[in-house]
């Protein structure tokens, strides 16, 4: 459809057309962010998986106190590395770091977790950590394209401004002295 308005500007229907492609690419960012947060959940999923298989869960020996002041609302429950001390599966002592509550004194039991390889580890992900990934992965990527296309936007908005704003100048250096002279 052809439009043949004679006030409307050619950049107008350029911004137009322009702004309809960018509401289509918002689109399909909103599509393409359900696959993303799909696979970034299946791959996190696929990795909590092998660690609960593989990691193992100790009793392990505080050997520093741990005391820490910290503003109670920082943390729900503050942690802290401290140095601990563990057996292995065949009554080995072994000594390292691992995260402990931060009010643990020396000599008090602490749970810790131990990779496959028996050096401790953070706590292996869960499901919900994983679903939790994926929805981030998800809104992360719908956030960084809808403000890239916002930006292109403001972008073309300010194009568009500056040329009209050009065009408006040179039109009315050509009528007004005209009206300069038909109204004295």
Request: aromatic content about 6%; proline content about 6%; charged content about 20%.
């Amino acid at each position: 459809m052809a439009d043949r308005n004679p006030l409307r500007r050619s950049t107008d229907v350029l911004q137009s057309r322009i702004g309809a492609a960018l509401i289509a690419l918002a689109a399909a960012a909103a599509c393409a962010a359900i696959p993303i947060g799909v696979d970034v959940h299946q791959d996190m999923a696929e990795k909590a998986a092998q660690a609960q298989a593989t990691y193992k869960l100790v009793t392990a020996q505080v050997l520093e106190s741990t005391t820490v002041v910290l503003n109670p609302s920082a943390a729900a429950r503050p942690q802290t590395y401290a140095a601990v001390r563990w057996q292995t599966d065949d009554g080995t002592p072994q000594q390292g770091y691992s995260i402990v509550p931060a009010t643990k004194e020396a000599g008090e039991p602490v749970e810790m977790w131990l990779d496959q390889d028996g050096h401790p580890a953070r706590p292996p992900l869960t499901a919900t950590d994983a679903v939790l990934c994926g929805i981030v992965a998800g809104l992360g990527t719908i956030a960084v394209a809808w403000s890239v296309l916002a930006l292109c936007w403001l972008g073309i908005q300010r194009l568009a401004f500056a040329v009209n704003s050009r065009r408006w100048a040179e039109e009315w250096a050509a009528v007004e002295p005209l009206w300069r002279r038909e109204f004295r």
